[in-house]
């Protein structure tokens, strides 16, 4: 089925590619500093509105934030096992892989092509035109409208092989930390105490926590991503946990110091009817000229993260081509402008049609949550059980980094996925069945290919 060449892992195993390993160039900071970089997204900009509307208080909305933080850290120690044991660039693919076999790999590469990595440029996209929305507004779709022309002009970016240098998309990252510092800083020093902070009316009374987790780790999603660096961490198996666990750390500390912000700056009733809460914060202690200038950085900092998004995704879609000759039209590389051309033209019609169908049901960030939320949390289950599946398949495989209190631990994970999977699809809306219907569509296409290449 696949064309996958040879090449060795450090622990002698043989698999993938005849093309050259990657180097281990980078070391415990930069690990650190790109979790931190993919984590803190948009979704922080969006999510605490959605988490004060599912809360009864504001004390439990700052507790559902730091159990997203302790959840996320018991997952970390399962990413770190299997990340040590099987450094790979392939991340998650490559678990699938040694474990399940192409059939589950190949239903991993298919979501992420249509779910996952698709869903998360428009979950940005969204971000990107309520911000936008907030300075310069186009009308009933203002939102929608942003959203499609940010994908289409930085899927153009990426064809005509004009790339980001690593100056912009630092500068990029820049902006985004520093408009969460002011908004820190600003709720924090500046909010007025006379500020109602009445509870919302809960979505789903009585049923409301799991959805709240559910938007929560969203906003702690991607830390998962250091699977995908594991080939080029220095002294990965000592490294590896060490990034993940300070990486999560700093992340949760900033996450409960912005929502608690939000909270003194605006009261939770505000939280949950506000479109973009960090401009509303800005607007009520510095007036039209704060929401602005909190606007402008995070529609900036949420183009820089939807560039990298689209690119990596073109290249896993890339991936998917080169290994399955039935996607074999995505395997095919521009020689003139370096690009993937096909993969980012395949990559842009899919989200052009997410972003008309978080258009159409009138909530296109929410959508786009229950869209990827059940897929997500589907294959990060996988990924928990594959940890039991490889240390009965492979015991002789090194293991320098073993999960604490095992077997308690990855259960305990698994536990959490399956209750976040029950929530992503009880929960949400009719996004969460279409997400899971397009991976199930993903089945007879992996028969087509088996029978093609038999």
Known sequence: MSKRGNYSLPNGDLVASKEVAPKQTLAFVDAVAIIVGIVIGAGIFETPALVANNAASAEIALLTWLLGGGMSFIGALCYAELATAYPHAGGNYFYFLRAYGDGVAFLFAWARMTVIQTGSIVLLAFVFGDYLSQLFRLGIYSSSLYAAIAVIALTALNLVGVQQGKWTQNWLTAAKVLGLLLVIIAGLAFAT????????????????????????????????????????????????????????????????????????????????????????????????????????????????????????GARTNYALGRDFSLFSFLGRWHPRVSTPSNALLVQGAIALALVLMGTLTRKGFETMVDYTAPVFWFFFLLTGVSLFVLRIKEPEVTRSFRVPFYPFTPILFCAICVYLLYSSLAYTGVGALVGVAVVIAGVPLLFLTRRRQS
């Open 193 to 312: 105490p006379d500020v109602p902070v009445a509870p919302a009316e809960p979505t789903a009374p009585g049923n409301s926590l799991g959805l709240a987790l559910v938007f929560v780790l969203l906003s702690y999603g991607g830390w998962n991503e250091a699977a995908y660096i594991s080939a080029e961490l220095r002294n990965v198996r000592r490294n590896m946990a060490r990034s993940l666990l300070w990486g999560l750390g700093i992340i949760t500390a900033i996450y409960l110091l912005i929502n608690l912000a939000y909270i003194q700056g605006l009261g939770l009733a505000n939280m949950a009817d506000s479109e973009a809460v960090a401009a509303d914060l800005m607007r009520n202690l510095l007036g039209e000229p704060g929401a602005w200038f909190i606007s402008l950085l995070i529609a900036v900092s949420t183009l820089g993260a939807m560039n990298a998004t689209i690119l990596t």
